[in-house]
């Protein structure tokens, strides 16, 4: 297996590709699930992304010249939380490793992300990689990677 690469996203092209893979994720996501359509994702990078006052973070993770998911990091009360996905054929293949590691590597900070309760197979890789679960809702888990301090 080759090693991913995130690309922060910079441009509208890269923002379009960015809403494209998220919405062949849309199953497995627990706050909106809508479809993004292209202007709606050209509208959100320009007012909520590009500004230096946002403090989110979008990437596309590619190997080689494939792109094979994305992720997003965003601070919202003080709290960092993590949410990425990815294509379909790149699933199951260590590439969902590859990006929650990078997107998670925050020595010393926690880092927060959601995960249907449904949906064993990312929860057995949130847990691998050191994330626990410090909240339930009947089809939600938050769960908690790092310390408090």
Do not use: H
Request: aromatic letters at 10%; a neutral charge.
């Amino acid at each position: 297996m080759e090693a991913l690469t995130l690309t922060t996203v910079t441009t509208p092209k890269l923002a379009l590709l960015m809403a494209q893979i998220r919405n062949g994720c849309r199953a497995y996501m627990t706050r909106d699930t809508r479809e993004i359509d292209p202007l709606t994702q050209l509208d959100w990078f320009q007012r909520e992304y590009l500004p230096e006052d946002k403090p989110l973070r979008g990437y596309v993770a590619f190997v080689d010249t494939d792109a094979v998911g994305y992720g997003l990091i965003r601070l919202e009360e003080r709290i960092i939380w993590v949410s990425g996905g990815l294509r379909q054929r790149f699933r199951g293949k260590g590439y969902g490793r590859q990006l929650f590691r990078l997107l998670t590597d925050w020595p010393g900070i926690p880092v927060y992300l959601e995960v249907l309760r449904s949906n064993e197979r990312a929860r057995r890789l949130y847990t691998s990689l050191g994330f626990e679960i410090v909240d339930e809702q009947p089809e939600v888990l938050t769960m908690r990677k790092g310390n408090d301090d």
